[in-house]
């Protein structure tokens, strides 16, 4: 099993590895022809990969060496062989639902739930990730005809990728040694092709933990690990691993401590304040890992604590919800999927921050929003029917239920016509009187805001039902250009909402459902506008997936 380093912890198998790099780069500095070709270090993740290649950097293993995660190796394979894949998640979607929509028994089954498909279509995604697709049951063959029609689109998940690249290893793979760490699990894609690095030679690094709690005893997570090995290298690799485990010297036990908090915002507030101590005794940002189960609901307390605190982080994309541009694109999806049955609320989100439209300032959206309300108009459908001038008669405005501040009203001045019934005002020094005063939309914005509606309305109704994807994002780019007001000018640089909307244009898929379209530019949505948690460097914050086989001197 000499394809195999096994390591007791995360710290050992770490030194494992950069003590084996380091041979490999002192005969390369005896023999500098080696350097011809370089020592890949294959890790799983980017934020392990930035961290390797400081560590190599640091003991002096850097030259000759470049560290990639497998996605990365697997683009490079199918580079080399002259291939160039093309990756569309939210087209995959796309002819996954198709082919379970082709099934008479998940089409039966699933009628009634909502988005069902949308059920379907995870399940063949799972079955293609593990490379199931022999069988006779019904969401079996749908999972094979998606890879068939993918194959036929040439395009490809990045789980397809590294399966394929598998193939491309013996012949193309140019590179003296290749070390894998990292890996505790993998899909059976990228297993495939983790196995054809191991029968290419490479050597894997695998960490067998230890109980943090008993450092005398294997942590219960290591049969997961032992699964994985045994995957890779059948049943043998299982033994030498827990015989190696057992031979392996003892690692000091970590020096725990706990903290009773109430809520994120306490347990963030005290988990600042530790490493702001930390910090002021001399500890590197760098060397202080934050793990959380998932970030999200921890990104605004650790964005306000470390802030005030003036600590340095780093970490991966704060959730996209937070930022204004994210949530107004999510409105726009809601007033192209909803149409007539969207909430008048949410098409005011889509105007409000930012650009102006021809009919609405966003500076009355919110008196725009009460004035629907008092009205009893909640949907678009119902602003396209509603007979604003009757509602507003011959007045100049049209009041709100609300007001605020007060008025100077010389003695004997007339009211408001829109105003309360008559009351007693209060006196003030020098015989002045004071009102209430209430708050109008002028007559002409009013009238506007509904012209608006009924527009926009007229223009989701003339969105094609069935089209090209290119004739979809057309459409879809004139109706928020001339009913909503937006403008590529009004957005940052990096907010590229045109380049969102006319991306799918590119992809040919035939005729599609408007439904296909916008659920292909949902998915592609999903991360527009986000930006990242922290800086460049710090302290690193990270979920559990990013801080697999990372390693600190405070976590």
């Not at 190796?73 to 995959?92: I, K, N, Y």
């Not at 049943?235 to 036990?253: I, K, L, M, T, Y």
């Not at 009773?260 to 600042?272: F, I, Q, S």
């Not at 309360?420 to 005063?437: I, S, T």
Request: aromatic share 6%; with cysteine.
């Amino acid at each position: 099993m000499t394809n195999f380093l096994f390591a007791r912890g995360a710290r050992a198998a770490e030194s494992a590895l950069l003590a084996a790099v380091q041979e490999e780069v002192a005969a390369a500095q005896q023999d500098p022809a080696q350097l011809a070709q370089p020592v890949y270090v294959v890790v799983p993740s980017r934020e392990l990969r930035d961290q390797l290649a400081i560590r190599l950097a640091h003991a002096g293993a850097s030259l000759g060496v470049e560290v990639l995660s497998l996605h990365a190796l697997a683009l490079r394979l199918h580079r080399d062989a002259g291939e160039q894949p093309e990756t569309h998640s939210a087209q995959v979607e796309v002819l996954a639902r198709r082919a379970a929509e082709a099934q008479p028994e998940l089409r039966e089954a699933l009628a009634g739930l909502q988005d069902g498909m949308g059920l379907a279509a995870s399940s063949m995604r799972d079955l293609l990730s593990a490379q199931l697709t022999e069988g006779g049951m019904p969401i079996v063959a749908a999972a094979r005809a998606t890879a068939e029609a993918m194959q036929a689109a040439g395009v490809a998940r990045p789980g397809d990728l590294q399966a394929a690249a598998a193939g491309w290893v013996e012949s193309h793979l140019h590179a003296r040694a290749v070390f894998v760490h990292g890996f505790a699990d993998a899909t059976g894609q990228a297993a495939a092709l983790l196995r054809a690095l191991l029968a290419r030679g490479a050597r894997m690094v695998v960490d067998l933990p230890s109980d943090p709690a008993a450092a005398d005893r294997p942590d219960r997570g290591q049969s997961f690990v032992l699964d994985f090995v045994e995957r890779l290298a059948g049943s043998e690799a299982r033994a030498v691993a827990q015989q190696a485990w057992a031979d392996s010297p003892q690692q000091d036990a970590p020096q725990l401590s706990q903290m009773h908090a109430a809520g994120a915002e306490d347990e963030t507030r005290e988990l600042a304040q530790r490493i702001r101590a930390l910090l002021a005794e001399g500890v590197p940002a760098e060397e202080i890992g934050v793990v959380a189960r998932t970030l999200p609901p921890y990104a605004v307390p650790l964005r306000r604590w470390f802030g005030e605190l003036g600590i340095p982080f780093r970490g991966g994309a704060a959730p996209a919800a937070l930022f204004p541009v994210h949530r107004r694109f999510q409105a726009v999806l809601a007033v192209l999927r909803e149409g007539e049955d969207c909430p008048v609320d949410r098409w005011l989100d889509a105007v409000a921050e930012g650009s102006h439209s021809g009919a609405l300032d966003p500076q009355r959206i919110a008196d725009l929003r009460l004035a629907f309300r008092a009205l009893g108009l909640g949907r678009l459908g119902q602003l396209d029917r509603f007979d604003e001038a009757s509602a507003l008669g011959e007045r100049a405005a049209f009041p709100l239920p609300i007001r605020r501040g007060l008025v100077e009203v010389e003695p004997g001045e007339e009211g408001e016509a829109d105003a309360a019934p008559e009351v007693d005002q209060p006196q003030l020094a020098f015989e002045q009187q004071y009102r209430a005063h209430r708050r109008s939309i002028p007559a002409g914005a009013f009238l506007q805001a509904f012209g608006a509606a009924r527009g926009l309305v007229r223009a989701w109704r003339r969105l094609p039902a069935r089209a090209s994807l290119a004739e979809h994002a057309l459409a879809v780019e004139k109706l928020l250009k001339s009913e909503l007001g937006w403008r590529a000018e009004a957005f940052d640089r990096e907010d590229n909402w045109l380049d969102l909307v006319r991306g799918l244009g590119e992809i040919d898929l035939g005729p599609c459902s408007r439904g296909e379209y916008l659920l292909m530019l949902e998915r592609e949505a999903r991360h527009f506008g986000a930006r990242p948690l922290g800086g460049s460097a710090g302290v690193a914050v990270l979920d559990l997936t990013q801080a697999r086989a990372r390693t600190f001197q405070h976590l």
